[in-house]
């Protein structure tokens, strides 16, 4: 696509349930990245895929939050056992390459979740 | 803590003025910086970058300037406009093995008519 797609755009949970969120980068990046907005606040990164390379998972808050990237291209966050404190809206940016001077990232209009 | 951090969380100016939003970073090791616009509920959108071997670079409207003795990045938008008006990160990119950028907390810009 033209740009990077998240989905769903909106999402409301009770705590405790599990949740999806969904990203499709720009055809051709090989970076892919999930970040996490709290209200007012910057962007706290999550994870990191690149290319068949082990993803790096240092900013994953914690076990209940994982990710996966399937055949280079989309990728899914899974929250299980949702909690209030993980409302924010959840960011996903690809780039073309990573390398010094190409750090240019391409956001989406993430994806607000909600947790009653 | 934030590693990458804002002198002032708001600032207000007329439009037609210049704006100039500043930065404080903490890694002296991290070797590119980007600013990022974000308009309300969407992403944040790029807008200009500087590599650490340069101290300037020029976009359009738009200027960047890195002090790495002090640690300081600045943005400076000329003649700012209505549609300049949102909110405005600095990231850094540190020298890890994902070099993933990290962000500052923000300064949102609203330019008075």
């Known amino acids: 696509g033209a740009g990077v797609s998240q989905s769903p755009s909106n999402k409301v949970t009770e705590k405790g349930k599990d949740v999806e969120l969904r990203c499709d980068p720009i055809?051709?990046?090989?970076?892919l990245y999930w970040y996490r907005q709290s209200l007012g606040q910057g962007l706290e990164f999550l994870i990191y895929?690149?290319?068949?390379?082990?993803?790096?998972k240092s900013g994953l808050p914690s076990d209940r939050f994982s990710a996966e990237r399937t055949g280079g291209s989309v990728s899914t966050l899974t929250i299980q056992r949702t909690q209030q404190e993980d409302s924010a809206v959840y960011l996903c940016?690809?780039?073309?390459?990573?390398?010094?001077?190409?750090?240019?990232?391409?956001f989406g209009e993430g994806s607000r979740l909600t947790v009653l | 803590g934030e590693s990458v951090g804002l002198h002032l969380p708001t600032l207000s100016v007329q439009e037609g003025d210049n704006s100039i939003i500043n930065c404080a970073y903490s890694?002296?090791?991290?070797?590119?910086f980007i600013w990022y616009k974000q308009e309300s509920g969407k992403g944040p959108q790029f807008i200009i970058d500087?590599?650490?071997?340069?101290d300037k670079r020029q976009g359009q409207r738009v200027t960047v300037l890195l002090n790495k003795t002090v640690k300081h990045l600045s943005l400076q938008i000329a003649a700012t406009q209505p549609g300049d008006s949102a909110v405005y990160f600095c990231?850094?990119?540190?020298?890890?093995?994902?070099?993933?950028?990290?962000f500052g907390s923000g300064t949102q810009l609203t330019v008075l008519p």
């Open positions: 990231a850094e990119r540190g020298t890890g093995s994902a070099r993933q950028l990290t």
């Open positions: 500087i590599r650490s071997n340069m």
């Open positions: 890694n002296s090791a991290s070797d590119y």
């Open positions: 895929f690149q290319g068949n390379s082990a993803p790096d």
């Open positions: 055809s051709g990046h090989t970076a």
């Open positions: 940016a690809s780039s073309r390459i990573a390398g010094v001077g190409t750090g240019e990232l391409f």
